[in-house]
């Protein structure tokens, strides 16, 4: 081998590393700096062109669906999403407003049921880690690696274990038992906002509800990137957020507080 | 034998990529790694439970509006120290309740000077027991008022009238009764996790298991719940959160 042709060999082997040597798919379509509509419908996404993003949405089944919204330039580093957008009341209007008065980055919620019924299969979204929902996480990771992604859901005080558990309004957890510092502090602002009403730490605070399963949280922890955090809302609270645009101010605010 | 040019280049190469490989994959979990032992010092700490509590103003009157009229309120209280002086027994404040009806008028006033110990800010084993998570100030030892009165209220204002030179400030947090429907006082009471009862007994001569009816009756219907003060945060007050470490946290929700 001659010494042009080894360093030819060594450019060739350099540019297909970097081109990752496969063909774009939905985690580096959603990571993409400046995502193109082109490239979502290439995933078999529906795309709705809006003046400065792209709402995408999967195709429909049993009534259900993901939707996703991507701000193509600029943005505050969050996501904000509800995997059970329909089951979890109001986690889906939450997350779509978040977004907007936020000025967040990105958004996603799914209407797919989580139990299955007549001839339609349920899917529990938070804990599927092949699916859109998982890639929307990934990708917007490696576009915001400092970002957060931050999971709406809801529960139910009656089915809580313990009373502090039933009482409070907001559990708070980052899917691991070893909460880091910067979940502390976003739950110190979100305590500020739910006050007198409590919002709990899990697993400092209370042992339910910390996303211990969540394939996100999971996904995201392997990946290394951007940070997780997952938000159990009362009913209470969830509406009392929909009514009232202050307080969705603060929570807002809270999140953005999260990735200055 | 020494290598070629071609040789030396193509190890030298190796190299670079394998280094610039490595920085990709560790350069963030390593920055994350350093950034979370510059906190080291605080979340070492075996954090039992956080409370939200209101810095009294100096200026104006914090106010507290209850969602019934009242014949009692829990206050309670402590100072935060910044730059403490040597030794000392605490740090001495005084604070004003006033008590108002529905319509306004002032049922009562109340000075309560108090003294937040010093030694309550320490565990046996030295740890910190209570703890703001950021900043210099200590928090001194904790005070309780129960303020009760023969007319029903509706409101209550709470002002820090003095304070020794050294406290930088006083934080309250209110409580009202938990209202109970009679005969739900033993479903409310089992409904508490285990630590809960336990922590709500802990006065009592025996464990929870073995209260009668007529003691779970009467702690369960002594069960108080936080109320936060009139107004806007940031404009009208200012909420701090108070962390208590383990395993003396639990004692913070009753």
Same mark, same amino acid.
């Given at each position: 081998?001659?010494?042009?042709?080894?360093?030819?060999?060594?450019?060739?082997?350099?540019?297909?590393?970097?081109?990752?040597?496969?063909?774009?798919?939905?985690?580096?379509?959603?990571?993409?700096?400046?995502?193109?509509?082109?490239?979502?419908?290439?995933?078999?996404?529906?795309?709705?062109?809006?003046?400065?993003?792209?709402?995408?949405?999967?195709?429909?089944?049993?009534?259900?669906?993901? *939707?996703?919204?991507?701000?193509?330039?600029? !943005?505050?580093?969050? =996501?904000?999403?509800?995997?059970?957008?329909?089951?979890?009341?109001?986690?889906?209007?939450?997350?779509?407003? =978040?977004?907007?008065?936020?000025?967040?980055?990105?958004? =996603?919620? *799914?209407?797919?049921?989580?139990?299955?019924? !007549?001839?339609?299969?349920?899917?529990?979204?938070?804990?599927?880690?092949?699916?859109?929902?998982?890639?929307?996480?990934?990708?917007?990771?490696?576009?915001?690696?400092?970002?957060?992604?931050?999971?709406?859901?809801?529960f139910d005080g009656d089915r809580r274990e313990s009373a502090r558990a039933a009482d409070a309004?907001?559990?708070?957890?980052?899917?691991?038992?070893?909460?880091?510092?910067?979940? &502390?502090?976003?739950?110190?602002?979100?305590?500020?906002?739910?006050?007198?009403?409590?919002?709990?730490?899990?697993?400092?605070?209370t042992?339910e509800?910390?996303?211990?399963? *969540?394939?996100?949280?999971?996904?995201?922890?392997?990946?290394?990137?951007?940070? &997780?955090?997952?938000?159990?809302?009362s009913?209470d609270?969830?509406?009392?957020?929909?009514?009232?645009?202050?307080?969705?101010?603060?929570?807002?605010?809270?999140?953005?507080?999260?990735?200055? | 034998?020494?290598?070629?040019?071609?040789?030396?280049?193509?190890?030298?190469?190796?190299?670079?990529? #394998?280094?610039?490989?490595?920085?990709?994959?560790?350069?963030?979990?390593?920055?994350?790694?350093? #950034?979370?032992?510059?906190?080291?010092?605080?979340?070492?700490?075996?954090?039992?439970?956080?409370?939200?509590?209101?810095?009294?103003?100096?200026?104006?009157?914090?106010?507290?509006?209850?969602?019934? %009229?009242?014949?009692?309120?829990?206050?309670?209280?402590?100072?935060?120290?910044?730059?403490?002086?040597?030794?000392?027994?605490?740090?001495?404040?005084?604070?004003?309740?006033?008590?108002?009806?529905?319509?306004?008028?002032?049922?009562?006033?109340?000075?309560?000077?108090?003294?937040?110990?010093?030694?309550?800010?320490?565990?046996?084993?030295?740890?910190?027991?209570?703890?703001?998570?950021?900043?210099?100030?200590?928090?001194?030892?904790?005070?309780?008022?129960?303020?009760?009165?023969?007319? %029903?209220?509706?409101?209550?204002?709470?002002?820090?009238?003095?304070?020794?030179?050294?406290?930088?400030?006083?934080?309250?947090?209110?409580?009202?009764r938990r209202p109970i429907r009679s005969g739900e006082e033993r479903s409310v009471f089992l409904r508490r996790s285990a630590e809960e009862r336990a922590a709500f007994a802990?006065?009592n001569?025996?464990p929870a298991e073995m209260l009668t009816p007529d003691e779970i009756r009467n702690l369960a219907i002594n069960l108080w719940r936080?109320?936060? %003060?009139?107004?806007?945060?940031?404009?009208?007050?200012?909420?701090?959160?108070?962390?208590?470490?383990?395993?003396?946290?639990l004692?913070?929700d009753s």
């Amino acid at each position: 081998m001659t010494a042009r042709s080894f360093w030819l060999a060594g450019v060739v082997l350099l540019a297909s590393c970097s081109a990752g040597g496969q063909a774009p798919d939905a985690r580096a379509f959603f990571g993409a700096r400046q995502p193109e509509a082109a490239a979502a419908q290439a995933l078999g996404l529906a795309v709705d062109q809006q003046p400065g993003e792209l709402v995408l949405h999967d195709p429909e089944l049993c009534g259900a669906r993901g *939707n996703y919204i991507l701000r193509q330039t600029g !943005g505050v580093p969050v =996501a904000a999403t509800a995997p059970h957008g329909v089951h979890d009341r109001h986690t889906a209007e939450l997350a779509r407003m =978040a977004y907007r008065e936020g000025t967040f980055a990105a958004a =996603a919620w *799914n209407s797919v049921p989580r139990r299955a019924s !007549g001839h339609c299969d349920g899917l529990d979204l938070a804990r599927a880690a092949v699916h859109p929902f998982t890639d929307f996480a990934l990708g917007f990771s490696d576009r915001f690696p400092d970002g957060l992604i931050v999971q709406f859901h809801g529960f139910d005080g009656d089915r809580r274990e313990s009373a502090r558990a039933a009482d409070a309004a907001m559990i708070v957890s980052d899917g691991t038992r070893t909460p880091g510092p910067g979940l &502390f502090a976003l739950a110190d602002c979100l305590s500020r906002m739910a006050a007198p009403d409590r919002v709990l730490v899990y697993p400092a605070e209370t042992g339910e509800l910390g996303a211990r399963e *969540n394939a996100q949280a999971a996904a995201l922890r392997d990946a290394g990137g951007a940070r &997780f955090a997952h938000l159990e809302m009362s009913l209470d609270l969830r509406e009392t957020l929909l009514a009232d645009k202050d307080l969705r101010a603060r929570l807002t605010g809270c999140l953005e507080e999260a990735v200055a | 034998m020494s290598l070629s040019f071609l040789g030396r280049s193509a190890v030298f190469a190796l190299l670079a990529i #394998i280094a610039a490989w490595a920085g990709w994959v560790w350069a963030v979990p390593l920055a994350r790694y350093v #950034i979370a032992a510059q906190d080291s010092t605080q979340t070492g700490i075996d954090i039992a439970s956080r409370a939200i509590a209101y810095r009294l103003d100096g200026e104006r009157p914090m106010a507290f509006a209850f969602s019934q %009229p009242l014949d009692r309120v829990k206050i309670i209280s402590h100072a935060a120290v910044v730059d403490a002086p040597g030794p000392t027994l605490g740090a001495r404040y005084t604070v004003r309740v006033r008590l108002f009806d529905a319509d306004g008028a002032e049922l009562a006033s109340y000075d309560r000077s108090l003294l937040s110990g010093r030694q309550d800010d320490e565990t046996a084993t030295g740890s910190v027991r209570r703890f703001y998570r950021a900043g210099d100030a200590s928090i001194w030892g904790q005070d309780q008022l129960i303020v009760e009165n023969g007319a %029903p209220f509706t409101r209550v204002e709470v002002e820090l009238v003095d304070a020794d030179a050294f406290v930088d400030g006083v934080d309250v947090r209110v409580y009202e009764r938990r209202p109970i429907r009679s005969g739900e006082e033993r479903s409310v009471f089992l409904r508490r996790s285990a630590e809960e009862r336990a922590a709500f007994a802990a006065a009592n001569s025996f464990p929870a298991e073995m209260l009668t009816p007529d003691e779970i009756r009467n702690l369960a219907i002594n069960l108080w719940r936080p109320v936060g %003060p009139v107004g806007i945060e940031g404009r009208d007050y200012r909420a701090l959160v108070v962390y208590s470490a383990s395993p003396q946290g639990l004692e913070e929700d009753s």
